[in-house]
């Protein structure tokens, strides 16, 4: 089992800082809202704190615009960083090469379909073959990661059955789309409780808002680490 990693979905870092203050040591997701905002430096002072990093930019362009990225990104020392499956196998096995090359223990995760995708959406939208499945779509693309040389991928946890039987129970899963109670989706549309996730076979859980917007921040974190665990309340 991994972690539960709380995405700072915050839109300034003071604030950021802010809500860290209560926690000892946490791993958290930091993506474009943030980081676009404020800038590298903000990695650095997390990091300081003691805190694991996720960075989430999704990374997807040309090969060697990836690859370029990618060699600057792993400088800020984080722990985990993904990439668009979308941009293709010589995209990902370039962004790999590169990031392997700085930090061979940073782990690499490809984003299959964002968790605010249904079947309509791949279907009517991004034109995926209307004769595959969106669990189908997310099983190649998994596979696509795997070969490629990635650790893992980002997926809902409603695919990890589905991805573990195709890559293998050592193939990471990084789900977000958690919420304790699932009538509260907000923008996402494939949804899991904490528990659910455990059960589905999820390697991390992604949370955000159940956490961030808590009246009891660290309260709501040890909880949902502890229903993700299976230890009882």
Do not use: W
Not at 55 to 62: E, V
Not at 69 to 79: E, I, P, Q, Y
Not at 135 to 149: M, P, R, S
Not at 165 to 170: K, P
Request: with cysteine; charged share 25%; hydrophobic share 40%.
């Amino acid at each position: 089992m991994g972690d539960v990693i709380i995405a700072l979905d915050f839109d300034a870092k003071d604030k950021a800082l802010q809500f860290l203050k209560p926690f000892d040591t946490a791993y958290v997701k930091i993506g474009m809202e943030l980081f676009y905002k404020e800038g590298p430096g903000i990695i650095s002072e997390i990091k300081a704190l003691g805190h694991k990093i996720f960075l989430d930019l999704k990374l997807h362009d040309i090969p060697n615009t990836v690859k370029k990225a990618t060699l600057s990104l792993m400088a800020l020392d984080v722990d985990m960083i993904n990439f668009h499956v979308a941009g293709g196998g010589t995209m990902l096995k370039e962004a790999v090469q590169a990031a392997r090359s700085v930090n061979p223990e940073v782990v690499l995760i490809g984003v299959t379909m964002l968790t605010s995708t249904d079947e309509a959406t791949a279907h009517d939208d991004i034109k995926i073959d209307p004769t595959l499945t969106l669990k189908d779509t997310v099983a190649a693309y998994a596979q696509l990661a795997k070969d490629a040389g990635l650790d893992g991928v980002v997926c809902s946890a409603l695919e990890v059955p589905s991805i573990k039987a195709h890559c293998g129970d050592t193939f990471l899963t990084v789900t977000p789309g958690i919420r304790p109670d699932k009538n509260q989706k907000d923008d996402q549309k494939r949804v899991v409780t904490p528990a659910d996730a455990r059960m589905l076979g999820s390697d991390y859980i992604v949370v955000g808002r159940p956490i961030t917007q808590a009246e009891d921040p660290v309260g709501a974190y040890e909880k949902i680490k502890a229903e993700f665990g299976g230890i009882p309340s």
